[in-house]
C-alpha cells in the first residue's frame, strides 16, 4: 500500500513538475517579447540619444534632437509595442495572408492581389516628396533597428504559435511601402462604396425600383443638420451656377438614393451582379462596419476658459489590440520647423496607425484637429465588353483595347507550390470579377439578331477608385503635424486625397473651422449608384471637385462645428459628394447638448456629451405606442418604456426593453420585405440610421405601403399592429433571456462589447481564444447614440461599432486634456497595457494627457534611453530580453 501510494505520488509530482516546466517556458515566451521601458538600450543607425518616457498607461513621450531620431525611435517604440499587428496588417495589404495561414485565407489574398493596394502603394512611394519619404524611411529604420534585434518569438507570442503549427517564419525588413499599404486598407475601410452599388442592383431585381425606393429613407433637410449651411458657402457654389456636366448627381440630391435611377438609363446588362456573402466577408477585413464618428469643436465664446474645445471619437469596428496608438513626439532640434520659427521645437501628441510615422489625429503646440468620416463616392464599377475572340481586350468607344495582364505570385503555408493568378486591368481599374469571390458575377447575353458565337456579349466589371491612383495624403500628414494656422492646415489639407474626412481645427488662438479634403470625382453621366456602362466615354469622371470648391467653415457665428457623418451640405451645394450619409442622429443630439448648455462649457462638459446615450429614434416612436390596445406583457413593456428617460444606460430595464422592441420592429418592418437572401447581408444592416429614419417617415401614415406585409396576401398591415406585433414578439424574447422581473432587465447584461483579437481570437480553440480576447464588458449606448456601440438587428445586441478612442482638447491648456484609447497600447498578450484601458473605456472615462515635462514627470514615468549603436551581427547575439513588467 505504501509503495503504490508512493509510486502514485511520484507520478503525480512528475506530472506537476511537466506543467509547470511548461507553465514557466510559456511565461517566458510570453514575457521574453515585453518591451523594454527602463535603462538603455542600442538602437543601430541612430544619431544620438533619444529618451522614451512612457507613462501609467504606457504612453510613450519621445525625446530626440533631430527629425530623423524622433521617427526613428517611434518606428522603433512601436514595433516594441505592437510589431506582430504591423506585420499582419501588411500581410493583409500585400495579400500574403496565406504565408501565415494557409488555403484558409487564400481568397481574401487573391482579392487583394486583383484590387492592387501593394502596387498602389509602391506608385505612391516613388511619387513621395523629399521630406515625407524621409519621415518614412526614418521610421522604417528605427522598427528595423528594433525587429533585427530579436527572434521571430522574441517580437510576439503570435510568431511562437505559428512556429507550433509548422510555419516557416522569415520576418522581413520593415519598408516605407508597407506603411503607405496600411493607409491604403483604410481607404477601403472609409471610402468604399462598391458593396453599395452591387447591393442596391441586386434589390431592385429582385424587389423592383417602387419597392426598393421605399425600403431607403430621405435626409430630412431643416429637421436634421448638415456641418456647412448655405449661408456659409460661396454664392458661387450654390446651385443655379452649375457649369454643365459638373454634379452629375445634384438635381437628385435630397431624395431617396434609388430616385437617382431616374438618371440617365444605365444598361445592367443580364448578369446577376450581386455579391456573394462570401466576397463580403473577405473584404471586412477588421473595420468597415459600424464605421461612424464624432468631432466636434467649440468656440470660445461658448467655453469657459475663453479658447476652444475640440473632441474627437472614431466608430470603427471592435479591433484587439486597438487599431489606434497613443504617442507625444518632440523634438528640439532648431530646423523642427523648416524655413520658419527658427528656435521654436517641433511637438505633436496624439493618436497615430501603428506602422505609420507622425500623428494622425491630435495637436502640436499650434492647433487641434480631429476627423469623421465624409462617407464620399469615390469608386465606380464600370461594366466592360470583352472581345470572345480574345478574353485580354475589351471595348473602348468601338475598339478592342489590350488590357494590362500581370501574373501573381501567392505563397501558401504548407503547399509546396504557389498559386498563380492573372490580374487583368482596364482604363478604369482591375477587373475584380477576376477575384476569386466574384469569379460567379461575370455577365453575358446574345443578341437574337445575330445568333451565337457572332452575338456574344461577353462582359466583366472592374473597379475604378481614388485610392487605387497615386495619393498624396501621407504628405499632407506630415506638413498637418507642423501646421501653424489656419492657413497653413488647410494648404497641408491640399494634398489630402484619400480617404475624404471631415476635419475639424482649432488654434490657441482662439479660430475654429471645418474643412473637407479629397479627391472627389465629378461624372459626366450617370449616378454612380449602380455600375456603369464602360465600353463609351460617357460615364467617365471628367475630373474632381476643386479644392477651393469644397466645403469649408471659419468661425462660423454660432460658435460650435459638428460633424458625426450627416450630409457635408444642403442639396443646395452645387457638386455631389455622396448619398452614402449617416441620418443625423448623432449629429443632432451633439448640437442639441452645446446649444442647451447653461453655463459655459468646459472639458467635463464636454466628456458628458461624448457620454450621452439618449436615443433620439425612441423620442419618435414612443408617441405612437402609447394609444395602441394592449394587455399583458405587451401593456407592461409599453408602460416601463412611457416612464423611461430614453437613455441607452448599461442599468437600464427601459433600455432593454427599446432595445428587444426595435430589434423585433426592424424585422417586422425591413426583413419580411426583403429577400431572404439579402437580409443579412452586412449592406442592409451596416447603417441603423437609415433603418431608423425610415421608421420616422412612415410613422406619420397609419397605411403606408410599407407597414404592409408583402407575404401575407390576404392581410394589409398598418402601422398600429405592426407595433403591436413588434412589442409582443420583443416582450416574448427579452423574458425568455432576462426573466419575468422587466423592472429588474439590465441593458449593459444584454449589450457588451468582446473584444476580438483579429488573428488568434476567432480560432475556434477556447483556450487560445481566452488568451487573446477580453471581455464581455457591459457597454451603454448604442445605434446612433452620441456614445455609439451600434449592434447588428440580426445578431442583437452585442456591438460591433464602437468609439474606437475618445478625445478631449482644451486650447486654453493641453495639460487639462484628456484621452483614452478602446483597449491599451501593448499588442503583447500578459502585458499589463494589453488590455488595462478596456474599463475605463466602458465607463467612458479617460487619462490625463502630459503635454509639458513638468506634468510628465509629476505622474512618474519609466526612463528608457535609446543610444546610437552598429549594426547588429546576429539577432541571437544582440537580442535584448524584454525586462518589463508592464
Known sequence: MKVTLRRWLISVGAVLVVIAIIFLAGLWIVRSSFPAVRGTLPAAGLQADVQVLRDQFGVPHIRAAS??????????????????????????????????????????????????????????????????????????????????????????????????????????????????????????????????????????????????????????????????????????????????????????????????????????????????EAALKSLALGSGLGIGSNDWVIAGSRTASGKPILANDPHLAIQMPSIWYETDLYCGALDAQPGKNAGEPFHVQGFSFAGVPGVIIGHNDRIAWGVTNVNPDVQDLYQEKVNPENPNQYEV??????????????????????????????????????????????????????????????????????????????????????????????????????????????????????????????????????????????????????????????????????????????????????????????????????????????????????????????????????????????????????????????????????????????????KNRVPASLWNRDTVLEDNSRLMNTVAELLPDPVAPLWDNPNTLDVRENRDQVLTTALQKGMKAGLKRLGKDVGKWKWGTVHTALFRNQTFGDSGIKPVEAIFNRGPVAVGGGMQQVASSDWNPEKPFDARGISSMRMILDLSDFNASVEVNATGQSGHVGNGHYSDMIRPWALVRYHAVYWDEAALRKAGVTRLVLQPARPAKSAARTAVSGSSGQ
Open 67 to 276: 527629425m530623423h531620431d524622433l521617427y526613428f525611435a517611434q518606428g522603433f517604440v512601436t514595433a516594441q509595442d505592437r510589431f506582430w499587428q504591423m506585420d499582419f496588417w501588411r500581410h493583409i495589404g500585400a495579400g500574403r495572408l496565406s504565408e501565415y495561414f494557409g488555403k484558409s485565407t487564400l481568397g481574401t489574398d487573391m482579392y487583394l492581389r486583383t484590387v492592387g493596394f501593394r502596387r498602389a502603394a509602391e506608385d505612391e512611394y516613388r511619387a513621395m516628396d523629399p521630406d515625407t519619404k524621409a519621415a518614412f524611411d526614418w521610421y522604417a529604420e528605427g522598427v528595423n533597428a528594433y525587429v533585427s534585434t530579436r527572434t521571430p518569438s522574441a517580437l510576439s507570442l503570435e510568431y511562437a504559435l505559428l512556429q507550433l503549427q509548422g510555419v516557416k517564419l522569415v520576418i522581413e525588413p520593415w519598408t516605407a511601402v508597407d506603411s503607405i499599404t496600411w493607409g491604403k486598407l483604410m481607404d477601403q475601410d472609409l471610402g468604399g462604396n462598391m458593396r453599395r452599388e452591387m447591393y442596391t442592383m441586386d434589390l431592385v431585381q429582385k424587389m423592383g425600383l417602387a419597392r426598393t425606393r421605399d425600403f431607403f429613407g430621405t435626409y430630412r433637410y431643416g429637421e436634421l443638420p448638415v456641418i456647412v449651411s448655405d449661408t456659409e458657402l460661396p454664392r458661387q457654389l450654390l446651385r443655379g451656377s452649375v457649369p454643365a456636366g459638373a454634379g452629375s448627381k445634384a438635381a437628385a440630391f435630397g431624395r431617396s438614393p434609388l430616385q437617382m435611377l431616374a438618371a440617365p438609363a444605365v444598361d445592367v446588362g443580364s448578369a446577376p451582379w450581386g455579391l456573394p
Open 397 to 670: 468607344n468601338g475598339k478592342w483595347t489590350d488590357m494590362v495582364v500581370q501574373q501573381e505570385t501567392i505563397k501558401v503555408a504548407k503547399q509546396d507550390d504557389p498559386t498563380v493568378i492573372l490580374v487583368r486591368g482596364t482604363r478604369h481599374g482591375p477587373v475584380i470579377t477576376d477575384s476569386s469571390g466574384f469569379a460567379g458575377y461575370k455577365g453575358f447575353g446574345i443578341n437574337p439578331a445575330s445568333g451565337f458565337p457572332a452575338g456574344l456579349d461577353l462582359r466583366v466589371l472592374s473597379l475604378r477608385w481614388t485610392a487605387l491612383q497615386i495619393n498624396h495624403g501621407f504628405c499632407a500628414l506630415v506638413r498637418m503635424d507642423k501646421a501653424r494656422n489656419w492657413n497653413e492646415f488647410r494648404e497641408a489639407l491640399r494634398q489630402w486625397d484619400a480617404p475624404s474626412q471631415n476635419f475639424v481645427y482649432a488654434d490657441v488662438d482662439g479660430n475654429i473651422g471645418y474643412q473637407t479634403p479629397g479627391l472627389i470625382p465629378i461624372r459626366a453621366r450617370g449616378s454612380g449608384l449602380v455600375p456603369s456602362p464602360g465600353w463609351t466615354d460617357d460615364y467617365e469622371w471628367k475630373g474632381f471637385i476643386p479644392f477651393d470648391d469644397l466645403p469649408r467653415s471659419y468661425n462660423p457665428p454660432k460658435g460650435y462645428i459638428v460633424t458625426a457623418n450627416n450630409p457635408v451640405t444642403t442639396p443646395n451645394y452645387k457638386y455631389f459628394i455622396s448619398d452614402d450619409y449617416s441620418h443625423g442622429y448623432r449629429a443632432r443630439r451633439i448640437s442639441e447638448l452645446i446649444e442647451g448648455a447653461r453655463g459655459k462649457l468646459t472639458v467635463s462638459d464636454v466628456a458628458a456629451i461624448q457620454a450621452d446615450t439618449l436615443n433620439l429614434s425612441a423620442r419618435e416612436v414612443l408617441p405612437y405606442l402609447k394609444p395602441l390596445a394592449l394587455d399583458g406583457d405587451a401593456a407592461r413593456g409599453r408602460d416601463l418604456l412611457l416612464q423611461w428617460d430614453m437613455r441607452m444606460d448599461p442599468g437600464s430595464a427601459g433600455a432593454a426593453v427599446y432595445g428587444y422592441f426595435w430589434q423585433a420592429l426592424v424585422e417586422e418592418v425591413f
